[in-house]
Structure formats: C-alpha cells, structure tokens
C-alpha cells in the first residue's frame, strides 16, 4: 500500500504569511495527488487537483506543485478563513485512495 | 447544482450492520468517468477511503474493509448505498459520500454533509 505523510502534523502562521505543507508518498504517484481543506464540522472541499490544477472556485493564492513522491501545497497570503485542516490524497494505486493524516493550520 | 446527502442511523450497535444511502443530484451515475465514493473519520482523525462505485458499475474496496464492505447503485433513483457488515466500536465516525470524477487525477469534488454513526451497545 502507497503511504502518504504529511508535514508539519500542525503550524500556527499569522494572517498575511506564506505557508506550505508538504505531501510524501511512499512510493511514486506520478501526479495523482489532490489537496483538501477541512474546517470543523463541515465536509472537505477540493482545492488542488492532479497535484497543481486549481478548482473552480478555489482563490488563487492556493496552489500546489510537485510529482512523483513530494508535494506541496502553498498559501501565498494566508486569509482568516484559511485556517483548516488540510488533507492530501493519492489515487495513483487503486484500489485504495489514500488520505494523509492532516495538517492543521493554526492562527499564530 | 450538484447535492449529495447521507442518510442512515445514527447509532448501531456492535456486530450489527449498518446501511448508509448517499441521495445524490445535479449529475448522473449513468455518465462516462463519473463515480460515488464513501469517506469516513473517526472523531478527532483523519479522512480513510472505504469504497468506490462508476458508472459503470466497478466497484473498489478498501483492502482491509472489503470482507464488510458492499456498494451498490441504483441511477433511477440517484442513489448509493453502503453496506457495512460486522460493525464495532472503532468504526465510530461519521461516514461521507462524495462525486468522483477524473481529470489528470481522480478526485472527490463534491461532498454530502456527512452522517455520524456511533457504535455502542
């Protein structure tokens, strides 16, 4: 099974800073990796998908890079409303779409 | 516009089996690439993948979930259904539908609200 880590576990960033997290696979999945984002309560909502392609919807300081084993995930200019969890999620191996466990994005 | 939404009880208890019904609308399971997955997290954890069905009926188990798993469809009525047999306290969590659909990725990029099942006697 293809194993995905994400770091941190956890950052505290203040509104207006860069942040990036970071994806691993355990082994290469060419670009198969999509970024979700999830606040409390609510269900995850897409943002990148195939490891770089915004959706629709999503602002554009979101963005995201990298193929074969490490991603990132960017936030140019962190808004009030971006502090979530955020989950990657490979669908390279299937049958099993593997999440990461989670970065959570703190206010500082 | 594009809906899903989970429906099932809220609380089974262990051993049980549990039936979950993702009601959908806004697309069609009758549509090429198009698909209906099953997501669950435990409170406090991270997201875990359980099934998957297209519309073409293949269907894709979690290797580890898929002796308790099955996932049917039935498009005239835009619904999916998970049935999850053996039920145990760990499989606390509340349970997600979700579109899936491929585009240089396959992805979830529509999310019902999610249901939470607690497991107790």
């Known amino acids: 099974d293809i194993q995905m880590t994400q770091s941190p576990s956890s950052l505290s960033a203040s509104v207006g800073d860069r942040v990036s997290i970071t994806c691993r696979a355990s082994?290469?999945?060419?670009?198969?990796l999509n970024w979700y984002q999830q606040k409390p309560g609510k269900a995850p909502k897409l943002l990148i998908y195939a490891a770089s392609s915004l959706q629709s919807g999503v602002p554009s300081r979101f963005s995201g890079s990298g193929s074969g084993t490490d991603f990132t995930l960017t936030i140019s200019s962190l808004q009030p409303e971006d502090f979530a969890t955020y989950y990657c999620?490979?669908?390279?191996?299937?049958?099993?779409?593997?999440f990461g466990q989670g970065t959570r994005l703190e206010i500082k | 516009q594009i809906t899903l939404k989970e429906s099932g009880p809220t609380l089974v208890k262990p051993t049980q089996t549990l039936t979950l019904t993702c009601s959908f609308s806004?697309?069609?399971?009758?549509?090429?690439?198009?698909?209906v997955g099953w997501i669950r997290q435990p409170p406090g954890k991270a997201l875990e993948w359980l099934a998957l069905i297209y519309w073409d009926d293949d269907k894709r188990y979690s290797p580890s979930l898929k002796t308790n798993l099955t996932i049917t469809k039935d498009t005239s009525k835009n619904q999916v259904v998970l049935t999850m047999t053996n039920m145990d306290p760990v499989d606390t969590a509340t349970y997600y539908c979700?579109?899936?659909?491929?585009?240089?990725?396959?992805?979830?990029?529509?999310w019902g609200q999610g249901t939470l099942v607690t497991v107790s006697s």
């Open positions: 979700a579109r899936a659909t491929y585009s240089g990725s396959e992805y979830f990029d529509y």
């Open positions: 999620q490979q669908s390279y191996s299937t049958p099993l779409y593997t």
């Open positions: 806004g697309f069609s399971l009758n549509t090429s690439g198009v698909g």
């Open positions: 082994q290469s999945i060419s670009s198969y």
